[in-house]
């Protein structure tokens, strides 16, 4: 039994953890199954799905370099109802094989996306500008009405 990337494999649970199953595939070889790849609906405890001591077939999806093997139990379950299943023809029907009537006002010729950027950010800069304006003449404004107050330089005198 060779342990490849992709290939469905057999082994038995020997491990069950709050976030996955590890199974022991052979040849000293352990995957780990992570919650999220033991079925296609919900599973909040992993213990009413398998049990130590179960036989599954897993698919193989990674195989790191430091050994660790990433298992999916669901992806191997599709790829043996695919094979079971009979092929059908995909065959377009005639509403979707018409052509459109009229095409979209963003495909015509007289709408230019670069045009209108440009001027969006015309009036971007425009405003940044007189915001910054407003800003500084606002902190000039507090600036001379704080530092009279509190008696700094250039405060009034009486």
């Known amino acids: 039994m060779s342990i490849e990337v992709g290939s469905i494999v057999s082994g038995k649970v020997t491990g069950i953890t709050n976030f996955g199953a590890f199974i022991d595939l052979g040849d000293k070889k352990t995957g780990l199954v992570h919650i999220s790849e033991i079925s296609d609906r919900y599973i909040k405890d992993i213990s009413e799905v398998l049990s130590v001591g179960d036989e599954v077939k897993v698919k193989i ?11 999916s139990i669901r992806k191997a379950q599709e790829n043996s109802e695919k094979d079971s299943r009979p092929q059908r023809d995909y065959k377009p029907s005639p509403r979707s094989a018409a052509p459109r009537e009229s095409a979209p006002a963003y495909k015509s010729r007289e709408y230019h996306p670069a045009h209108k950027q440009e001027t969006k950010k015309e009036s971007f800069d425009s405003l940044m500008s007189s915001f910054l304006k407003e800003s500084d003449d606002r902190l000039t404004s507090l600036k001379r009405n704080t530092e009279g107050k509190r008696g700094g330089r250039g405060g009034r005198r009486s």
């Open 61 to 71: 999806l990674s195989i790191a370099d430091d050994g660790k093997i990433g298992l």
